[in-house]
Nanobody
Framework: QVQLVESGGGLVQAGGSLRLSCAAS????????MGWFRQAPGKEREFVVG????????YYVDSVKGRFTISRDNVKNKVYLQMNSLKAEDTAIYYC???????????????????WGQGTQVTVSS
């Protein structure tokens, strides 16, 4: 089972940017669709962005479209989340996730996830 380690979280002012990274432990990360979930205090964990195994498909929830960009480097076994124009409502713990489901979809639910990262805190001050 692939192990995931996130980095890049922190405190930023509204309108600022952060880049999260997710490093996978195995060289066959291309077998997994990858995604980022987030969980704010008192709320359920929600799927935010996803990218297909080949990187040809991406998915974004409406609240982050045009501001967040997911990408992957299957040679370096890494996934990235570039977050621009951050808002206070983006404050949450962000989790990298891997799903070995069939097909070239970019979406996943918590039930589809095979591996989770430990999470990285993103705090946006208004």
């Amino acid at each position: 089972q692939v192990q995931l380690v996130e980095s890049g979280g922190g405190l930023v002012q509204a309108g600022g940017s952060l880049r999260l990274s997710c490093a996978a432990s195995e060289r066959s990360v291309s077998r997994y669709r990858m995604g980022w979930f987030r969980q704010a205090p008192g709320k359920e964990r929600e799927f935010v962005v996803g990218i297909s195994k080949t990187g040809t498909r991406t998915y974004y929830v409406d609240s982050v479209k045009g501001r967040f960009t997911i990408s992957r480097d299957n040679v370096k076994n890494k996934v990235y989340l570039q977050m621009n124009s951050l808002k206070a409502e983006d404050t949450a713990i962000y989790y990298c996730a891997a799903s070995s489901g069939f097909g070239n979809s970019a979406t996943m639910t918590t039930w589809d996830v095979n591996s989770w990262g430990q999470g990285t805190q993103v705090t946006v001050s208004s």
